[in-house]
């Protein structure tokens, strides 16, 4: 027994002094997602890939907001939200301290309003979205602002509308064998 307490002794501290000492964590260690609801576009690419359910998207009662939402006590912190985010909303941090007095505190949201058709005024999609797909499409073919407008008009009516009153040309589009564009 003498043997065994000096051999221990003699080799020292073999553990952390976690809690008092800080943790030496690799660098790509998966902690808990952080959000940034100003870069979000509540396309809901996050929630779709998903696989724990930790992300939902949900409309609310009134029509006029989508809700963003994150549980992080069913995250399993496997990243596929970070790399589906198109603007880069959401990175994994280093953090993995997460106990919480009250499981209300495991939620993070966030509400985005909703964009409503200009022809029948039904909500369809959320404002935030249209107004990145139309500020790509002008940085990537160099529109003027009156072609922004007019694309705007077109962004913010509801596929039904646009079919009705012929503002898509998917009318012209053949689809066969191959995707053709048929010129009228």
Request: some cysteine.
């Amino acid at each position: 027994m003498l043997k065994l307490i000096k051999k221990v002794l003699k080799t020292g501290t073999a553990t952390v002094g976690y809690p008092f000492e800080p943790l030496d964590l690799a660098p790509n260690f998966r902690g808990k997602p952080q959000y940034t609801a100003q870069q979000c576009i509540a396309c809901g690419a996050c929630a779709n890939a998903c696989p724990s359910n930790a992300l939902t998207m949900t409309t609310a009662e009134d029509g006029e907001t989508i809700r963003w939402q994150l549980f992080l006590g069913r995250c399993i912190f496997c990243a596929r939200c970070e790399e589906v985010c198109p603007t880069a909303a959401i990175k994994l941090s280093q953090e993995f301290e997460l106990a919480v007095w009250r499981k209300e505190d495991l939620y993070e949201t966030a509400d985005f309003p909703v964009c409503h058709c200009r022809e029948c005024g039904k909500p369809y999609a959320v404002q935030k979205e249209i107004d990145f797909a139309l500020s790509l499409l002008q940085e990537s073919a160099a529109l003027s602002d009156r072609q922004i407008s007019d694309r705007r008009v077109q962004y913010e009516t509801c596929p039904a509308c646009k079919k009705m009153h012929g503002l898509s040309s998917s009318d012209r589009i053949d689809i066969g064998r191959h995707m053709t564009t048929e010129a009228r």
